[in-house]
Every structure is written in structure tokens, then in C-alpha cells.
């Protein structure tokens, strides 16, 4: 594929590789907080990915939700992303989604979806980067890095998984997202160990400052992105 599309599909994943930090949202977790609210405040300490997950909420909650953080994220040049529902990336007129291992096939997705659109692919193990939905994934969400509270049915897959994606990702340009657990102080951990960026949910949504917990998060990337590993990374 080439042409306009293909380019806005590229200028996607590429601000996706760069941003260090994705975001996910929760309201359920934002120590009731709206999910407006924290989105506005990681924008202005330089998040850059937004994903809509609202798990505990209503539908029509979600989609307010994601139409707001539209509005959000084109004033801050960032992507939107929305988690499993394809119906409410629709109507926010999304940059993407990010499906499961049970979710629609990525085919699928991609065809109601359009060329566009980044689609993203949780990873749980590495066999399941033989199927055709790893295959055609713009990104790789890989975890449960780490323990986490914030998703009760969550693999436990530590940092091993990342190094092996990333062996297996190395020369298909795919963005490896770190996923469950991840905070300031094991960001750079999961970084080192293979990811382009990290996904958070409760480090930000129930920090105390949100804004401010965001930008540690970035910090904490960029100095283990800049740090030598002795790995090809």
C-alpha cells in the first residue's frame, strides 16, 4: 500500500514508537476524577498516546469519554487510541484500536476500521507470535510485565517476554508496548529489556498529580532509552 493513507498509517506508528509514554484510562481508578481531566494533564507534560479503556463503565460513557480526549488529542498532536471497541473508535473518529488475544481478528478490524488506523495486539506469549493477528499488528502491547491491580485476570509474564519479542521483532518495525505494573520507578527495567514504550493506567489515573506523575514516567523512559545496555537497543 502507498499514498496518503499508507503515510498517515506510518506517522501514526512512528509517533507511537517515539512517545515513551501511552496512557490508559480508567475512571474507575482516577480517584474520582473524570478520565478528561487526567488525559488534559498528561498532555501538558508531554504524553503523547491516549488509549480510551473505561472496563468498569457504560458504553456511552466510554464514547464521552473518547470524544473528549479527541478533542484533547488533536490540540496536542497526539494519537487516540481506544481499547476493544471498534464501534466507539468509530464515532470518536479514533487513530486506532487495541485488541485482545479474544477480540475481532485484526483483518477484520482493519476493514472497518480502515488503512489508517493503527491496530494494536496484546501479546501474552511468544507463540502467539506465529498467528496472522501478530503478523499484521502495528504494535505490540506485551505483559503483564509486572504485577498489577489494575487488570484481575492478567498473565504474569515478566521481562523475559519483552527481550524475546523484541529478538523476534527486530526487523518488522512493530512498537513493543510494556504493559501491567509499570511505574516511574520499573519504567526504565521494562525499557532496557526490550520496549519502545511503556503503558500505565494507575501510576498516573490515581497519583495524587497526575501531570507530574506523568512526566517522571517520561523522564524515567528517556534516560533508559539513552542509557547503553550492551544490547542492540
Known amino acids: 500500500m502507498t499514498g496518503p493513507i499508507a503515510s498517515e498509517r506510518i506517522r501514526r506508528r512512528e509517533l507511537l514508537r517515539r512517545a515513551g509514554v501511552y496512557l490508559v484510562t480508567e475512571e474507575s481508578l482516577s480517584v474520582g476524577r473524570r478520565s478528561e481531566r487526567i488525559v ?36 496536542y498532536d497526539a494519537l487516540l487510541i481506544v481499547n476493544d471497541r471498534i464501534d466507539v ?32 495486539l496484546s501479546i501474552t506469549d511468544a507463540a502467539q507470535m506465529g498467528a496472522p493477528d501478530a503478523v499484521l499488528a502495528d504494535c505490540l502491547g506485551v505483559g503483564a510485565v509486572f504485577p498489577t491491580g489494575s487488570k484481575t485476570d492478567a498473565t504474569l509474564t515478566g521481562l523475559p517476554l519483552l527481550a524475546a519479542i ?42 495524587p498529580d497526575p501531570g507530574r506523575a506523568a512526566a517522571e514516567l517520561l523522564a524515567a523512559v528517556r534516560t533508559a532509552s539513552a542509557t547503553p545496555t550492551g544490547s542492540p537497543r
Not at 41 to 54: K, P
Not at 92 to 97: R, S, T, W
Open 40 to 75: 488534559e494533564a498528561a498532555l501538558e507534560s508531554g504524553v503523547r498516546v491516549i488509549q480510551v479503556r473505561e472496563k468498569d463503565g457504560s458504553a456511552r460513557r466510554a464514547l464521552e469519554i473518547a470524544l473528549a480526549v479527541r478533542r484533547l488529542t488533536r490540540r
Open 89 to 120: 473508535a468509530i464515532a470518536a473518529e479514533a487513530d486506532g484500536v487495541h485488541l485482545g488475544q479474544a477480540d475481532l481478528p485484526v483483518a477484520t478490524a482493519r476493514r472497518l476500521l480502515g488503512e489508517a488506523a493503527l491496530i494494536g
Open 166 to 207: 523484541r529478538a523476534v521483532e527486530a526487523t518488522s518495525g512493530a512498537p513493543i508496548v510494556a504493559i501491567g505494573g509499570i511505574d516511574a520507578e520499573n519504567a526504565g527495567a521494562a525499557i532496557r529489556a526490550g520496549a519502545d514504550l511503556v503503558a500505565v493506567i494507575s501510576a498516573v489515573t490515581a497519583a
